[in-house]
């Protein structure tokens, strides 16, 4: 990725944030009431890279966003902030401008909140799909989780959990993977046959546990999964689900999790995302792609 900067944004350089930010990049969430997240923070400044704007009063930050990299398949843009005191003087635009110049050909995708949304369309992005989030404590149902053999993550199994992984989201993830086992609290394996067919792992954010990635062969072992994650913690759970699954998404309803916001899949350069979205359940983090 070329790297020009500064540049600037609003008469403000872009400079490249570092994980010496992290508490200016969560009071910046604070500030738009998302989770303050140092933790995702951590993983996406040292897995990607953040770039943001100063705030010229001292303030910390003005405006955040990140970028993931997965070579030339994908690369995904994230935590689009921008201080609500400085809203709608066009700082965002700016910033995206910037980087999606530095993502030179290479597709672009994100995850839009509708308050973003307006923007990356004018942007050139289109929508091509949705997320739908789930939250609350999981009560597990009756129904079995169909013999799926399901067990706490090894060492070992990174190496097949890689390959799995990068089948099914179309693009090497190994500089995500490799931090998982830090990053997360618990990861599940589903096997059968010795067969590799599915991970989850679930990760803290503020009182709750995230359920992503996702990764099943089917509805019955992402069911599987998020039932073993479930027993591991007494924290609720969240989840943004692909839209396309409403058979998980009635699930999670059954046992016990509300629907929430819903965010717009959104690609710039690339008419859908790779991959096989029929075994992508959820993703690692929406800021991830
Ligand atoms: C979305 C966000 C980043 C926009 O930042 P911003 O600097 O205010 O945006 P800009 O001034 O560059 O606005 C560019 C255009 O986007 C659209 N837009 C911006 N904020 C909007 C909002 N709240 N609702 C609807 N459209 C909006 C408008 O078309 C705007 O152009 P206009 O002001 O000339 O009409 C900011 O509102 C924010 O941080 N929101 C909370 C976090 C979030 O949702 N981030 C997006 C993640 S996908």
Not at 41 to 65: F, H, N, Q
Not at 123 to 140: D, E, H, I, K, N
């Amino acid at each position: 990725m070329p790297s020009s900067l500064p540049r600037p944004v609003a008469g403000l350089p872009i400079r490249r944030l570092t994980p010496d930010d992290l508490v200016a990049c969560a009071d910046l969430c604070e500030d738009r009431g998302w989770p303050r997240d140092e933790h995702r923070w951590r993983l996406l400044l040292t897995a990607g890279i953040g770039y943001g704007v100063d705030d010229p009063e001292g303030k910390g930050l003005m405006a955040s966003c990140v970028v993931t990299t997965y070579g030339s398949r994908l690369t995904a843009i994230g935590m689009l902030l921008v201080a609500e005191r400085y809203a709608r003087q066009g700082v965002a635009r700016q910033l995206m401008n910037h980087v999606i110049a530095a993502c030179a050909d290479v597709p672009v995708s994100l995850y839009a909140t509708a308050a973003g949304q307006p923007l990356y369309e004018q942007l050139g992005f289109s929508a091509v799909g949705r997320s739908q989030r789930v939250t609350g404590f999981f009560r597990p149902t009756d129904e079995s989780p169909d013999g799926v053999h399901v067990r706490p993550a090894t060492a070992e199994d990174l190496h097949a959990m890689v390959r799995l992984d990068s089948d099914v989201f179309g693009a090497d993830r190994t500089h995500l993977l490799a931090r998982l086992p830090a990053y997360a609290d618990h990861i599940r394996v589903a096997r059968t046959e010795g067969e590799l067919i599915g991970y989850a792992a679930a990760w803290p954010s503020e009182q709750t546990h995230v359920v992503g990635p996702l990764i099943a062969r089917d509805t019955a072992t992402a069911r599987a999964l998020v039932s073993s994650l479930a027993e591991a913690t007494d924290r609720p759970l969240r989840a943004d689900i692909d839209a396309r699954h409403t058979g998980l998404l009635e699930w999670f309803e059954k046992c016990g999790l509300r629907l929430g916001s819903t965010t717009t899949v959104m690609t710039l350069g690339a008419s859908d995302l790779p991959g096989d979205w029929t075994r992508r359940h959820a993703p690692l983090t929406v800021a991830t792609g």
